[in-house]
């Protein structure tokens, strides 16, 4: 069964409460949080989690843009998020272990991601312990961007570590993801679809969330 996951980063900031009600038939709630220096943009941090935890039932999934993630666990966790990933790229991997071990003592639920640059492989020290794995099918930074069609085989490669180590695991991903591309990822392996524009976009926002679960 694939679940969705709209980005808010494509909702209209201004009228948040009444955007997050607009995607209340999706899955999750996906929530782009950038430090404009993992990634060139700022978006939102721990204040604005902590609002949207108070005005939504959803499960909030909170996608860290930002260098050294373990300085902020424990408070995206107080916030409300119920679920946090974490870069691979963002940290040197004994503090990406030390943000893991946090993220349990927090009871949040696990995920590390993947630039378009990173390989498969990347994720093999952590997967037993993993809920979920975060493919990016495009550059992170900014929404609105062309889906990365080479990132197919990163899906597929995670997909079998997945399958072979954990497989209850997750495999979310996140960039120019439309009915277009949806039945790709799908196809590849893919079971969690954070859309954008896709959804916000979309005239009807219950039926571009149901176009997407393929
Ligand atoms: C990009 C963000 C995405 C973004 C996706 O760095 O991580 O979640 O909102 O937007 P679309 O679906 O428009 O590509
Ligand atoms: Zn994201």
């Known amino acids: 069964m694939v679940k969705v996951s709209p980005s808010i980063l494509s909702a209209d900031f201004v009228n948040l409460e009444r955007d997050i009600k607009k995607v209340s038939t999706a899955d999750y709630l996906h929530v782009d949080v950038m430090?404009?220096?993992f990634v060139p943009n700022l978006t939102i941090g721990v204040p604005v989690v902590r609002a949207i935890r108070k005005c939504t039932n959803m499960f909030l999934d909170v996608h860290l843009m930002i260098d050294k993630p373990v300085r902020y666990i424990e408070d995206f966790a107080k916030a409300g998020a119920d679920l946090l990933s974490?870069?691979?790229?963002?940290d040197h991997p004994t503090r990406i272990a030390e943000a893991l071990k946090v993220m349990d003592q927090c009871g949040v639920?696990?995920?590390?991601?993947?630039?378009?640059i990173t390989s498969a492989r990347a994720i093999?020290?952590?997967?037993?312990d993993l809920d979920m794995v975060l493919v990016m099918t495009v550059e992170p930074g900014f929404g609105g961007q062309a889906f990365l069609e080479?990132?197919?085989d990163?899906?597929?490669e995670v997909r079998a570590i997945i399958d072979r180590y954990n497989p209850a695991c997750e495999l979310e991903v996140d960039g120019g993801i439309s009915p277009k591309t949806a039945p790709l990822v799908v196809e590849a392996g893919?079971?969690?679809l954070v859309a954008g524009s896709a959804v916000y976009g979309a005239e009807d926002i219950p039926g571009a969330i149901?176009?997407?679960?393929v």
């Open 190 to 192: 893919a079971n969690v």
């Open 154 to 156: 990163t899906i597929r």
């Open 124 to 128: 093999l020290p952590y997967i037993e």
């Open 150 to 152: 080479s990132q197919l």
């Open 35 to 37: 430090d404009g220096a």
């Open 86 to 90: 974490i870069h691979l790229e963002a």
């Open 210 to 213: 149901a176009a997407l679960r």
């Open 109 to 116: 639920k696990k995920a590390v991601a993947l630039r378009p």
